[in-house]
């Protein structure tokens, strides 16, 4: 499942409820750590280091993770999409609340 | 690792504001070091009951999530709260608020923010102020930000009113938490009428939901003319409201 918008990249909170439990529990898993190596991956979640990459790369396909390379083994991060605002007020009305 | 404690309710107004500034203060009686974030950033409150007033505070959350300063610059020490209530061996109690000023509520709900930084705030004040529990108090109802925050919670609490409306919505939470997998769910009933009930009431929402209720909070006369104006469980030590909040803070600090 991709955002709708291509415009803004990265997974919105309602991303999380359409993936597979398995991509979710990696995605929620990266949120807490921040970034993880395929083999971090693995070694929380118990399964081979193949099938890590393998969740990995399908959630970096759907933009949800990005992968940073700088420095030792690839490692993944979250991508957060962009909160938005929910409503489009009416025209001027932001510059009059902030003038007062 | 420190735990993350959302704290929401589908409804607005159940005591979330209240029922988190005291379930925090007593963790900190317990020992522990306690972070509130007020991430309801559209209607903030929470500093109130800490009597921190918004003149005292040079940032807040909004000024971290437009990048004009580190997270735990907006983390207020409120542990004075705690202080000549004859307590030992106390925590520590770090706030932070979100801005009272019109301009800033209204740029966040023009401009949005960066979600990616609001969730790395949270990881970076549990390990910069070695927290052992972060409190959220959210915003009610669905939306992004506590779609988020109960996907990165160890423990969410759902505080919800002896009422058919809020009946209705908790169910909708409480399948959230299931589908994002929250390790522990856990719920409060709030302002409960009739006493003689409490614990029929606890058994028919804990049979409903199968979640267990942390305890049954009255609609308490004394809660409501405190009016949010300080911490009612420190304020009143022997009061029957206090007694089940401890019990609460207590099966939170076993979780
Ligand atoms: N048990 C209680 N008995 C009486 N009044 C209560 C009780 N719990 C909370 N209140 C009162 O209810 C009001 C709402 O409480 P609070 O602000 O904590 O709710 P909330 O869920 O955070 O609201 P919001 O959804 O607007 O954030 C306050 O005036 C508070 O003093
Ligand atoms: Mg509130």
């Given at each position: 499942?991709?955002?709708?918008?291509?415009?803004?990249?990265?997974?919105?909170?309602?991303?999380?409820?359409?993936?597979?439990?398995?991509?979710?529990?990696?995605?929620?898993?990266?949120?807490?750590?921040?970034?993880?190596?395929?083999?971090?991956?693995?070694?929380?979640?118990?399964?081979?280091?193949?099938e890590?990459?393998?969740?990995?790369?399908?959630?970096?396909?759907?933009?949800?993770?990005?992968?940073?390379?700088?420095?030792?083994?690839?490692?993944?991060r979250?991508?957060?999409?962009?909160?938005?605002?929910?409503?489009?007020?009416?025209s001027?009305?932001?510059?009059?609340?902030?003038?007062? | 690792?420190?735990?993350?404690?959302?704290?929401?309710?589908?409804?607005?107004?159940?005591?979330?504001?209240?029922?988190?500034?005291?379930?925090?203060?007593?963790?900190?009686?317990?020992?522990?070091?306690?972070?509130?974030?007020?991430?309801?950033?559209?209607?903030?409150?929470?500093?109130?009951?800490?009597?921190?007033?918004?003149?005292?505070?040079?940032?807040?959350?909004?000024?971290?999530?437009?990048?004009?300063?580190?997270?735990?610059?907006?983390?207020?020490?409120?542990?004075?709260?705690?202080?000549?209530r004859?307590?030992?061996?106390?925590?520590?109690?770090h706030?932070?608020?979100?801005?009272?000023?019109?301009?800033?509520?209204?740029r966040?709900?023009?401009?949005?923010?960066?979600?990616?930084?609001?969730?790395?705030?949270?990881?970076?004040?549990?390990?910069?102020?070695?927290?052992?529990?972060?409190?959220?108090?959210?915003?009610?109802?669905?939306?992004?930000?506590?779609?988020?925050?109960?996907?990165?919670?160890?423990?969410?609490?759902?505080?919800?009113?002896?009422?058919?409306?809020?009946?209705?919505?908790?169910?909708?939470?409480?399948?959230?938490?299931?589908q994002?997998?929250?390790?522990?769910?856990?719920?409060?009933?709030?302002?409960?009428?009739?006493?003689?009930?409490?614990?029929?009431?606890?058994?028919?929402?804990?049979?409903?939901?199968?979640?267990?209720?942390?305890?049954?909070?009255?609609?308490?006369?004394?809660?409501?003319?405190?009016?949010?104006?300080?911490?009612?469980?420190?304020?009143?030590?022997?009061?029957?409201?206090?007694?089940?909040?401890?019990?609460?803070?207590?099966?939170?600090d076993?979780?």
């Amino acid at each position: 499942m991709v955002s709708e918008s291509p415009s803004s990249p990265g997974f919105r909170a309602g991303d999380l409820l359409a993936l597979s439990p398995a991509e979710r529990r990696v995605l929620q898993w990266l949120m807490r750590q921040g970034s993880a190596s395929a083999r971090e991956v693995a070694e929380r979640f118990e399964m081979p280091e193949e099938e890590a990459g393998i969740r990995l790369d399908a959630l970096e396909k759907q933009g949800f993770v990005v992968t940073e390379t700088a420095a030792g083994p690839t490692s993944y991060r979250p991508e957060f999409g962009h909160s938005r605002p929910a409503r489009k007020p009416p025209s001027g009305i932001w510059g009059k609340l902030e003038g007062s | 690792m420190g735990k993350i404690i959302s704290v929401h309710s589908f409804r607005g107004g159940t005591g979330k504001s209240n029922v988190t500034a005291n379930l925090a203060a007593l963790l900190a009686r317990l020992g522990k070091r306690v972070g509130i974030v007020d991430t309801d950033i559209q209607s903030p409150g929470i500093h109130v009951l800490f009597n921190l007033s918004p003149e005292r505070f040079r940032y807040a959350l909004n000024d971290y999530l437009w990048g004009k300063c580190r997270i735990e610059e907006a983390a207020y020490d409120v542990s004075g709260v705690l202080e000549g209530r004859r307590l030992k061996d106390a925590g520590s109690l770090h706030l932070i608020p979100g801005s009272m000023r019109t301009g800033e509520i209204t740029r966040i709900l023009r401009d949005g923010y960066d979600v990616g930084l609001l969730n790395s705030g949270f990881q970076e004040l549990m390990e910069r102020l070695e927290l052992t529990h972060l409190l959220i108090d959210t915003h009610p109802g669905v939306n992004e930000e506590t779609l988020l925050s109960i996907a990165i919670s160890d423990i969410l609490l759902l505080i919800l009113r002896p009422d058919q409306q809020d009946y209705q919505g908790t169910a909708i939470t409480v399948e959230l938490a299931r589908q994002l997998e929250v390790e522990q769910t856990f719920m409060l009933v709030n302002k409960a009428i009739n006493p003689r009930d409490f614990t029929a009431l606890k058994q028919r929402v804990e049979s409903t939901y199968h979640v267990p209720v942390l305890g049954v909070l009255p609609l308490s006369g004394d809660v409501a003319i405190l009016g949010s104006g300080d911490i009612f469980a420190l304020a009143n030590p022997d009061h029957p409201v206090t007694s089940v909040l401890e019990a609460a803070a207590q099966r939170i600090d076993a979780a």
